[in-house]
């Protein structure tokens, strides 16, 4: 029995890992002899963006002088948060020395970036004082801000059974917790997203299906009452989609409250405070709002931080300033170039970029190289060639052993890698992508700008 339950687990990783080879062979690769330009090249941020952008560059230059300034050691294959959340993946299984990816060729400074000069080409350390760049490549990812939800401390996370899968500790928390729902009686089990542009949109969506259909499996769904929380009208874009979602939320008994913003959790009663947002509401909402208010008993309760851009890009002149996307101090590039609007050595993409879709680590995997053909040019003197589609995808869980995938570009565009097969239809193949293919796609391929 153990030997066919091997064999077994062999062939659907196999089966996974060809599916991905399918996937990578449908997108276009670039490749050319190595560029003679040089320039000293600064990356603000050593995690998927980060490293990625290291190998590609490497590989593109022939005489590479790359600095990574990044204070972490470990690095975090942030997709698998919500497979640890689900019982799927080990804490362990998502991390990695920083010293084992980034490329050997790179120098990397172990500490945190205060302050940015793009005027004068440089930037300042915590600790390694003022560093100078002839380029710039700023993906420092973004922040969880926990703070603007009153009462929660982003150290105490489940404390109060109100859980956030958006870091490697709370993930860990949230599956000890699903592991005790079924013994919750008459539970009302609460699920929210937030008003900004988050990492990875879909993850509260799937910790929410993944904990109904863990109770369905342990026979103790049908006395708690599951409601998701919803800032907007709507649960996904693009349509076909949020129209799946809705179906199954349906399906499945899960209760949607559109226009709900979550602005404080009690943890000790185990109430969940959220404003009624009338048709046009300001995001963020300016501290003398006087919107409407409820309150929500819990049993347990999946919340969304508010994200941002870093607080030292946030205060420097490199962001944003008018529009939808002012909000959050995200980075003002072109949306097809990935070169700063005002900064020409600068270029930005990944969570703490502005470029209109989602941030996930598939939307980095098709910007990376974008990124680094854009800015050899510009050190080649040249105009930046390559053109960014807006592509991302998210793959959202809707029960173990089923996932929806959501494949789109800019304007909302359906870009599936399979257009043969239904987009709105969650299929198992996608369940071994997700489980067994994509982690070793990300560490082996998409890290070493491979893919």
């Known amino acids: 029995m153990e030997k066919k339950t091997t064999s077994r687990r062999k062939f659907l990783k196999i089966s996974a890992l060809t599916l991905g080879g399918l996937i990578v062979a449908e997108r276009s690769f670039d490749y050319f002899s190595k560029s003679k330009s040089k320039g000293k090249i600064v990356i603000v941020g050593g995690g998927a963006a980060g490293i990625t952008m290291a190998a590609y560059l490497t590989d593109k230059l022939q005489d590479p002088n790359i600095t990574i300034i990044e204070p972490n050691e470990i690095h975090h294959y942030q997709p698998g948060y919500t497979m640890i959340a689900g019982g799927v993946f080990t804490a362990e299984e998502v991390l990695k020395p920083n010293k084992d990816l980034i490329p050997r060729s790179v120098t990397w400074i172990k500490d945190k970036v205060v302050e940015l000069n793009p005027d004068n080409n440089s ?64 539970g009302n089990i609460i699920f929210t997203d937030t008003y900004t542009k988050i990492k990875c949109g879909g993850a509260p969506k799937k910790i929410c299906l993944m904990s109904d259909d863990y109770l369905r499996d342990h026979n103790a769904r049908d006395d708690k009452s599951f409601h998701y929380y919803a800032n907007g009208t709507n649960l996904m874009t693009p349509k076909i989609y949020g129209d799946r979602l809705s179906e199954l939320y349906d399906e499945r008994g899960v209760k949607t409250h559109y226009k709900h913003r979550l602005v404080s959790v009690d943890t000790y009663s185990k109430v969940a405070t959220f ?149 709105g239809v969650e299929r198992g193949m996608w369940w071994l992508l997700k489980k067994h293919g994509l982690k070793p796609m990300y560490y082996h391929g998409m890290l070493k700008g491979l893919m």
């Open 275 to 423: 404003e009624l947002l009338p048709e046009e509401s300001p995001a963020p909402t300016p501290a003398d709002a006087n919107f409407e208010r409820i309150n929500v008993d819990f049993d347990f309760l999946h919340f969304v931080p508010p994200m941002s851009a870093p607080d030292f890009v946030k205060q420097s002149s490199l962001t944003i300033t008018e529009g939808k996307l002012s909000h959050g101090g995200w980075i003002d590039v072109d949306s097809h170039t990935l070169i700063h609007k005002k900064y020409a050595n600068i270029i930005s993409f990944g969570d703490a970029s502005g470029l209109p879709t989602s941030k996930t680590g598939a939307a980095i995997r098709m910007q990376a190289p974008v990124a680094a053909s854009n800015l050899v040019s510009i050190m080649e003197g040249k105009e930046p060639k390559k053109s960014y589609n807006g592509y991302s995808a998210c793959p959202i869980v809707t029960e173990y052993g089923k996932v929806l995938m959501a494949e789109f570009g800019y304007d909302k565009e359906l870009m599936p890698t399979l257009p043969f097969l239904d987009s």
């Open 123 to 186: 930037l300042k350390t915590e600790h390694s004082g003022t560093i100078d760049y002839d380029y710039m490549v700023l993906v420092p990812g973004c922040q969880l801000d926990f703070n603007l939800i009153e009462g929660i401390d982003a150290g105490r996370l489940g404390e109060g059974n109100a859980h956030c899968i958006y870091t490697h500790e709370g993930s860990q928390r949230c599956y000890e917790a699903l592991k005790k729902m079924p013994d919750l009686k008459n």
